[in-house]
Structure formats: C-alpha cells, structure tokens
C-alpha cells in the first residue's frame, strides 16, 4: 500500500477523499454509497446478522459491520424533507404518489373500481391575522397597485407575507397553527354529520351504508400558517371494494364539505391573549376529481402528483426554519434538575433554553415574530401541552403532514415493505445463494446506533451519486431512452 502525503491539499474535504479512494477496498466503499442514492445524513450501524436453518442449525449466512471499509453499514436517514435529504425526500415522495394514486384509480392491493367512487379535491386554508402583499385585479381582469402601493410582479418574494409585521396578529397565527390538527378533526367528525343528514339518514344508519375515506398533506403558506390539501372518497361500509349507495354523490359531498368546514370552531382562552375562536378560512375550494384520462385539470394523475409534491416540504418553504431551535441539553427549559431539585443553569444555551439566540436567526422579520410569539406563548401554563417552545422553527404546527384515513388505500409501510422485500431477493440473488424457506429460516441480528453522516469526503462521492441521478432523471423526463 503506497502511503500518500498530501500535506499540501489544503481542503480536508479533498484529503479525505483521497484517502477513501485510495483504500484497498474501495469499490465497496463506493457501492454502499451508491446503494444509498444520494443520501445526504445516511446512518451508520455496527453490528452483525446471522441467517441460521433451523431445522438442521446450518448458518446460511452471516455478515458482520466490522467487514466494511469504515467498520460500519450504512442506512438511508429516510428524511422526508427535501431541505435536508434531497435523495430520500424523492422517494417519500413517490411513495406518496402511489399511495394516493392508488385510492384514485387502484392498484397497490386496491381494486381499480375505486375510480367510480365519488371523490373531491379539498383545500382548506387559513384565516386571516392581517392584511398581506397581494396582486388584486379590477373587474376587467387588471392588475392592481398592493397595499403597499406597488404592483407586485408574479415573482416577487413579498407576495403572501404580512402587509406590515408590527400589527400583524402572530399570537392568532400560532395558535391556528398549533390547533390545525384537532380543526381537521374536527373538520372530519362534521363532515360525517353533514352528511348523514343530506342523505336523510342517522349517523348510524349512514355507517351501515357508506364510509368517508381520505388522504391529505400539509402545505406552509407564504405567511407561515399551514392550510390542508385533502383527497376525499365516499366508498361502501368495507371500504374500496364496495361502492357507495347511488344517492351518496359529489354534489352531496361537496355540499356537505362546504358545510362542514363552515362549522368548525375551536376555542382557546387565556389571559396574555384572551378568548379565541379560531375557523378556517373563508378560502375553501372543493373540485371534482376526474377519471384518469379525462380532459380535466383535476384527474387522478395530477391529484396524486399535486399531494406528493407537497409531502416532502416543510416550514422552510415559507422562509422559516428545519432544524428545532430549543437547546437539546436542557430541553429547551434553559436549566437541569440536582437530584435535590435545586436548578442548574444551561451551560449550553446560557440559561436561555434556546440552541441559537433568536435575534440572530437568519430569516424575514415576519418569520422571527412568529418564532419568538411560539416562544413566549410557550411558557405559559395554558398552553403548555402544545409545547409551542419544541415546535417553535415550524412556527407552532406539531401535526403530521400527511395523514389518511385506515381504508383509503395501501400504506407507506406496505410499500416500504414490499420495496425491502424485492431488494433482499435481488442480493439473495446476486450472491447466488439459495431461496430461504420463511418457516424454516431465522434470521438473528443485533445492531447498535453509530452515528449519522459521512466523512468529508464520503459526502463529495455522494454529492456526485445525487447529481449524476438528476441527471439521468431529467434525461429520461425530457423523453430520452
């Protein structure tokens, strides 16, 4: 082995890279950095599994970490934010795809009857907190002067965000965003009645006969507050493989979404900010989800499409932060508890609780506002159970961006599954071993945490798996073969 002094590479990342290039086994290391696709926070394990028959105690097969050029196995981080894994945030993403699309027009365990059921695309938004940047138009279709007094162009980064941020109502913002979830739930739960009774039916009677089935994603506005994009289905009591009742239509279920919505109200009342009544937004749109095929803007391709593009973003689209801003050794709490209970401040944060001062936060004056309200309304004993102070980068949403229903389709951890399974047979496979017996065969491993990341010059191999990918996948997409 020819040892290399590279004293004079002043990067670190690129003597690290040709340390790694230059290891005996190389090529393996690279393989596990393709297997990964561009992961950019892969997670690393040590440990070993062992494949034993257990009818005659023959092992099959053993592995062991300590085989691997860096002594550890990589794994996908599996981040479904596009800001902080690109590669695994495009897999989330088609999974999701396929998740809707499979309760649009089947497929995925799911009978391609579905498509004749009834379904509606549904946004629910916000309401307003202020007046924000705006392109108003005359009657005639014109584009008129903002608020502001200027005439914002279809581009301009204000657009959406508060008219002024002194007076805009950032308590009401946080609290809408932090009660999203139980609207929706409460969005769902009405829906139901709504229904019942355009149908002339009791709410039991109406289970007996039809089930309301649906998928939906989360999506930040400009101004920081989340609004909801749902897929709505009427289907028969056992869900895809029955039809609802033919009086059970999408007029009905428009009219009773639109209704449903309208009567929604969570209360919240303290005294640093009053009573509270927060709504959705006046802004409901409710469409008609065509046929796959048909010559309409809402079909079951593009629906599916629409929702999985928005699975994969997060706060930092609306110029916010990703990363939780409270300090990890103090949980946010600015101290630590003596076993005598006498309080110890945070060496960390300085006793502020907070990982990085908020005034130095690098994001618009809006954003800041929100982060710091999060903040403040945090420590206040009503609003404790909302632990606005953990989810103060997502400006107060603690909600899960994308939810569905338990018989809208197939899940993610099905396809996951079947993906896991198909890659394990491909290397079975390729390793030419023999066909496992699932009732004779045990699989035994124990895996320990590492750490996450690569090394500096892992991370430039890895950056040029991901470029060459898009690459290829623009290729293909612009109708290449």
């Not at 690109?86 to 579905?114: E, F, M, N, Q």
């Not at 600015?334 to 110890?344: D, V």
Request: proline content about 6%; some cysteine; glycine content about 8%.
């Amino acid at each position: 082995m020819v040892t290399l002094d590279l004293r004079h590479v002043a990067s670190p990342a690129v003597r690290d890279l040709l340390h790694v290039v230059n290891h005996p086994d190389f090529d393996r290391a690279q393989q596990q950095i393709e297997h990964l696709g561009g992961c950019t926070e892969p997670v690393r394990l040590t440990g070993r599994t062992t494949t034993v028959d257990t009818t005659t105690g023959e092992v099959l097969r053993s592995y062991t970490s300590s085989t691997e050029p860096t002594g550890s196995l990589l794994t996908a981080c599996g981040n479904r934010r596009a800001s902080r894994c690109p590669a695994c945030s495009r897999l989330y993403a088609a999974d999701t795809y396929h998740l809707i699309r499979a309760g649009l027009s089947g497929g995925k365990t799911v009978l391609d009857t579905v498509r004749t059921h009834p379904r509606v695309f549904a946004t629910l938004t916000a309401p307003s907190f202020g007046p924000v940047h705006n392109r108003p138009t005359t009657p005639s279709g014109d584009v008129r002067p903002c608020r502001c007094r200027k005439l914002h162009e279809p581009t301009d980064t204000l657009l959406g965000t508060p008219l002024n941020p002194a007076t805009y109502d950032d308590a009401g913002a946080v609290l809408f965003n932090a009660h999203a979830g139980a609207l929706w739930a409460r969005f769902t739960t009405y829906l139901r009645r709504e229904l019942a009774a355009r149908l002339g039916l009791t709410q039991k009677a109406a289970r007996a006969v039809l089930r309301i089935s649906f998928a939906k994603v989360a999506e930040y506005q400009k101004r920081g507050l989340v609004h909801f994009h749902a897929v709505i289905r009427l289907d028969g009591p056992d869900g895809t493989t029955q039809p609802p009742p033919p009086y059970a239509t999408v007029a009905v279920l428009t009219d009773a979404v639109r209704a449903a919505a309208a009567r929604v109200r969570v209360t919240v009342e303290s005294d640093a900010v009053g009573e509270r009544e927060l709504v959705w937004g006046e802004q409901l749109d409710v469409r008609e989800i065509a046929a796959f095929g048909a010559d309409a803007e809402f079909t079951d391709q593009a629906v599916a499409a629409y929702v999985a593009k928005y699975a994969t973003k997060s706060a930092d689209a609306s110029g916010a932060l990703d990363l939780s801003l409270f300090c990890r050794p103090c949980q946010g709490h600015g101290a630590t508890l003596l076993p005598h209970g006498t309080p110890l401040p945070c060496t960390a944060c300085d006793g502020t609780g907070q990982a990085r001062p908020l005034p130095r936060l690098a994001v618009a004056r809006y954003v800041r506002q929100m982060v710091r309200t999060c903040w403040e309304l945090g420590k206040l004993p009503e609003f404790a159970s909302l632990k606005l102070w953990k989810w103060a980068h997502m400006l107060g949403f603690r909600g899960h961006f994308s939810t569905k229903s338990r018989r809208y389709s197939t899940t993610l951890g099905a396809l996951r599954a079947a993906r896991r399974a198909w890659r394990t047979e491909q290397a079975r496979s390729h390793a030419g071993l023999p066909e496992h017996d699932p009732d004779t065969t045990l699989v035994v491993g124990h895996w320990t945490y590492l750490g996450s990341g690569y090394s500096p010059g892992a991370v430039l191999l890895a950056a040029a798996v991901w470029h060459r990918r898009e690459l290829e996948r623009r290729f293909i997409a612009e109708g290449g073969c």
